[in-house]
């Protein structure tokens, strides 16, 4: 079965640090890009990061540059977000996206992990 | 305020259709870059609806259908059932943000 399973979320100070895992199994992780997409309480969906299937191409949404680094390894069938300088708007349901490049189309989903950014 | 613009919420009897608009503009849709539709019913996480304008992956049943043209696109939902209730999202991407954008959902309601 296709499946992407992330962890890492939690409850975090203004200012401090988390780092998500993604663990993708059911397929052959290396070959494909994948992305992080954030959903905040009661809002919609809003596009992360992106990272290609060897690291070589790596994008963010402009307003998070800086704050969040996206990796992976490729031996361990893992994708990472580091994210630093949290702040209250970062508080969000964050989920790891297998897409289907070059469509672009996000068609697997992990059941999302949530990040709550509160003092 | 979303770079994909579509209505907030929609509804139907059941059995009805209904459609859901996604407008855009020359860097997005217009541009030519494919929309995709996603569903995403209450508490779980979104699911790959239409790729690519207009296709459906294996499993979706052929009452949802997706449209494109010019800066606009559409979801239509024929023969409307309880479970279509969920919120739906249109996505593209924008060459002047340089990623992947929304729309901003809209929750569908089966009266």
């Known amino acids: 079965e296709v499946q992407l399973v992330e962890s890492g979320g939690g409850l975090v100070k203004p200012g401090g640090s988390l780092r998500l895992s993604c663990t993708a199994s059911g397929f052959t992780f290396s070959t494909y890009t994948m992305n992080w997409v954030r959903q905040a309480p009661g809002k919609g969906l809003e596009w992360v990061a992106s990272?290609?299937?060897?690291?070589?191409?790596?994008d963010y949404a402009d307003p998070l540059k800086g704050r969040f680094t996206i990796s992976r390894d490729n031996a361990k069938n893992s994708m990472y977000l580091q994210m630093n300088s949290l702040r209250g708007e970062d508080t969000a349901v964050y989920f790891c996206v297998r897409d289907d490049y070059p469509l672009g189309t996000f068609d697997i989903w992990g059941q999302g992990t949530k990040v709550i950014v509160s003092s | 305020q979303s770079v994909l613009t579509q209505p907030p919420s929609v509804s139907g009897a059941p059995g009805q259709r209904v459609t859901i608009s996604c407008t855009g503009s020359?860097?997005?849709?217009?541009?030519?870059?494919?929309v995709h539709w996603y569903q995403q019913p209450p508490g779980i996480a979104p699911k790959l609806l239409i790729y690519a304008n207009n296709n459906r992956p294996s499993g979706v049943p052929d009452r949802f259908s997706g449209s494109k043209s010019g800066t606009s696109a559409s979801l239509a939902i024929t023969g409307l059932q309880a479970e279509d209730e969920a919120d739906y999202y249109c996505q593209s991407y924008d060459s002047s943000v340089r990623g992947w954008v929304f729309g901003g959902g809209t929750k569908l309601t089966v009266l």
């Open positions: 020359t860097s997005n849709i217009g541009a030519g870059y494919n």
């Open positions: 990272i290609s299937s060897s690291s070589t191409y790596i």
